[in-house]
């Protein structure tokens, strides 16, 4: 049985992050001292081995309980969680789509100031940026 | 006028297989055989395309290149979706 303290130094995340997870529900202490302190066991660090594991393929807290949910459920099986896995992937390249138009839009900006001694007033990127918000606007 | 219908799906989904099935039924009895183009996207084959398609769920399913189910459907809301679509 570990301690919140030991825990921390086990998993390799603060012990505020370790409270946070818990009042998101995914690590429970199994047990509490006579002082009321929580105790966690081997399976708490597991979990968390998976959280990270899981933060780091890009999924965030509501989907990694999402997954355990499924790693708890009887009738789920391996085709389920690809599935989850695929999904995740279509909005990260949906997201690399959008950061991809924004880096195009900038490039635009970028060409139209070639001539960076311009005077602040003739900025043609803050022209440029104030007209499209006028467009916007309209 | 024919009418191109895509499931976008991950390969091997076994919920898709059969539900897909009685799908493509629905709509060769509602567009009839000779007007159904039927296509079943993996997802994983053409990933840029479900994103145009701005797929975010699986499996789904796309109508003349357009998005209109986030999940399967059942019969009955596909049969009416197409209806619509015959009407216009």
Redesign the interface.
Known sequence: MYTIGKLSLLAGVSTDTLRYYEKEGLITPASKTAAGYRLYDDGAARRIRFVKHAQHCGFTLAEIQELLKLKATDRACC?DV??LA??K???I??KL?ALQAMSRALDDLIERCKDSEKPLDDCPILRALENTLQEVSR | MSVQIEVIA?P???KCASVQAELRAAAASVLGEDNLIWREVN??DE??Y??AL?????PAIAVNGELRFASLPTPEQFRAMLARLERR
Not at chain 2, 54 to 58: A, C, E, F, P, Q
């Open positions: 085709q690809r599935r695929i999904e992937k279509l909005r390249a949906h789509r | 991950a091997g989904c076994q997802v994983l990933l840029d479900a994103v701005r797929v975010l769920t699986l």
